[in-house]
């Protein structure tokens, strides 16, 4: 009798798990594992499309990052950005960088924020030479662009992405343009410069023709972040650049996943980045939670002046101190205020001995800002530079102030 049953009870084991579930429970296992292969084709699809990215690996070694840096960026990761006004595709060394961007993301909230770092900043570029920060890139490519950004500011960057111009355009036409508020006074440099951008872009270029918030295609709005003749200057662009950016990602939020493809194709040879296939991944998996927080301009307290051997710079006051400013925007820490690094506080004091004591200029370009630019202050008359170019021609807005004697 015990036999039988054991018999009967082996019996029930008869057959593979499948046919042992109820209806129910096959059709739960079959759309799990429909599902679960659209998944997994789905990453190695995006992994092969990845492996057409033009990565340049940066060495650890190779980077210059203080233990101040490290303590002060617990709970975040930065990331420097690139833009390359190369007119000919060229991302490597040889090329200065037109945009210099610092990206903070929080790792808990998903927040990011946007620091740019003005083009014709005076910084050591390495070796301890003080020279304009756009040069670091074209002198040892994007290692010596990162180190100097982590020298100057005490921040702990690793890895980087270049973009040419020319991309960006791509990328907006591809979302269907983006929405800007065009001031009276952008109308006009925007059209002088708008067939220059589509010449290089290889696209057509359509004037504006009047101000007020527009749809902007990919050249419009490309030559928008690049034009720097308005009252600001260099320092008003910056604010462009980020106002476009932060355009751009919300379209990237959402598009349909036929457009991004279509980027993913498009975009990923004309970028050159030092973050793996796999980091991409992973950052993607959290990318409609991410958020774009305030941006800035930094140095925050400055002034300008044109000196011998140097050309037109922007002076730091001081580089300490702006860098005191800069870790409590980006970290907002709450306690005591941060302590910048010993490398800080020398270059800070080169930099006072290259140009003298200095007073910084009041000014509402490197402001906080966030959302749409139309938000921003009109500017007066007095502030309004007459460099109609928007070419790299170390002619940034003059807001001199003479060194105190």
């Given at each position: 009798?015990?036999?039988?049953?054991?018999?009967?009870?082996?019996?029930?084991?008869?057959?593979?798990?499948?046919?042992?579930?109820?209806?129910?429970?096959?059709?739960?296992?079959?759309?799990?594992?429909?599902?679960?292969?659209?998944?997994?084709?789905?990453?190695?699809?995006?992994?092969?499309?990845?492996?057409?990215?033009?990565?340049?690996?940066?060495?650890?070694?190779?980077?210059?990052?203080?233990?101040?840096?490290?303590?002060?960026?617990?709970?975040?990761?930065?990331?420097?950005l690139?833009?390359?006004?190369?007119?000919?595709?060229?991302?490597?060394?040889?090329?200065?960088?037109?945009?210099?961007?610092?990206?903070?993301l929080?790792n808990?909230?998903?927040?990011?924020?946007?620091?740019?770092?003005?083009?014709?900043?005076?910084?050591?570029?390495?070796?301890?030479?003080?020279?304009?920060?756009n040069?670091?890139?074209?002198?040892?490519?994007?290692?010596?662009?990162?180190?100097?950004?982590?020298?100057?500011?005490?921040?702990?960057?690793?890895?980087?992405?270049?973009?040419?111009?020319?991309?960006?355009?791509?990328?907006?036409?591809?979302?269907?343009?983006?929405?800007?508020?065009?001031?009276?006074?952008?109308?006009?440099?925007?059209?002088?410069?708008?067939?220059?951008?589509?010449?290089?872009?290889?696209?057509?270029?359509?004037?504006?023709?009047?101000?007020?918030?527009?749809?902007?295609?990919?050249?419009?709005?490309?030559?928008?972040?690049?034009?720097?003749?308005?009252?600001?200057?260099?320092?008003?662009?910056?604010?462009?650049?980020?106002?476009?950016?932060?355009?751009?990602?919300?379209?990237?939020?959402?598009?349909?996943?036929g457009?991004?493809?279509?980027?993913?194709?498009e975009?990923?040879?004309?970028?050159?980045?030092?973050?793996?296939?796999?980091?991409?991944?992973?950052?993607a998996?959290?990318?409609?939670?991410?958020?774009?927080?305030?941006?800035?301009?930094?140095?925050?307290a400055?002034?300008?002046?044109?000196?011998?051997?140097?050309?037109?710079?922007?002076?730091?006051?001081?580089?300490?101190?702006?860098?005191?400013?800069?870790?409590?925007?980006?970290?907002?820490?709450?306690?005591?205020?941060?302590?910048?690094?010993?490398?800080?506080?020398?270059?800070?004091?080169?930099?006072?001995?290259?140009?003298?004591?200095?007073?910084?200029?009041?000014?509402?370009?490197?402001?906080?800002?966030?959302?749409?630019?139309?938000?921003?202050?009109?500017?007066?008359?007095?502030?309004?530079?007459?460099?109609?170019?928007?070419?790299?021609k170390?002619?940034?807005?003059k807001m001199?102030?003479?060194?105190?004697?």
């Open positions: 009798m015990s036999r039988r049953r054991r018999r009967r009870h082996g019996r029930k084991k008869n057959g593979n798990w499948f046919s042992r579930l109820s209806i129910g429970g096959k059709i739960g296992v079959c759309a799990g594992g429909f599902f679960l292969c659209i998944i997994v084709s789905g990453v190695i699809f995006v992994a092969a499309k990845l492996g057409r990215l033009n990565n340049e690996d940066i060495k650890s070694e190779d980077l210059i990052v203080n233990k101040e840096a490290e303590e002060s960026a617990k709970g975040y990761t930065n990331f420097a690139f833009g390359i006004d190369s007119r000919s595709g060229k991302l490597e060394k040889g090329t200065r960088s037109d945009t210099i961007i610092v990206a903070s929080n808990e909230t998903k927040e990011i924020r946007m620091v740019s770092v003005y083009r014709d900043t005076l910084l050591n570029i390495g070796d301890g030479e003080l020279a304009k920060c040069a670091a890139y074209s002198f040892g490519g994007p290692t010596q662009a990162i180190n100097m950004l982590n020298q100057n500011l005490d921040l702990n960057i690793k890895d980087f992405a270049t973009v040419d111009f020319a991309a960006i355009a791509n990328a907006i036409d591809l979302l269907g343009g983006v929405e800007i508020e065009i001031k009276p006074e952008e109308v006009k440099p925007m059209n002088k410069h708008i067939a220059e951008t589509a010449k290089v872009a290889d696209k057509k270029a359509n004037l504006i023709s009047e101000p007020g918030k527009q749809l902007l295609d990919g050249v419009q709005a490309t030559t928008y972040a690049r034009i720097r003749s308005t009252a600001g200057g260099d320092f008003k662009r910056t604010e462009r650049q980020r106002i476009v950016i932060e355009k751009l990602i919300g379209k990237i939020q959402d598009s349909d996943l457009t991004l493809n279509k980027m993913i194709d975009l990923l040879p004309t970028i050159k980045t030092s973050l793996s296939t796999g980091e991409i991944l992973s950052y998996k959290n990318f409609m939670k991410y958020k774009i927080g305030d941006s800035s301009g930094f140095p925050f400055k002034t300008t002046d044109k000196v011998s051997g140097l050309g037109s710079i922007v002076i730091p006051v001081t580089l300490k101190d702006n860098v005191i400013q800069l870790h409590d925007f980006l970290y907002g820490s709450e306690e005591e205020e941060y302590v910048p690094s010993s490398d800080v506080d020398d270059i800070s004091s080169k930099i006072e001995a290259k140009v003298g004591p200095r007073v910084a200029v009041e000014d509402e370009f490197s402001r906080k800002v966030k959302g749409d630019s139309s938000d921003e202050e009109e500017t007066s008359d007095e502030e309004k530079s007459d460099d109609t170019s928007d070419e790299d170390d002619e940034p807005v001199t102030i003479e060194p105190i004697e």
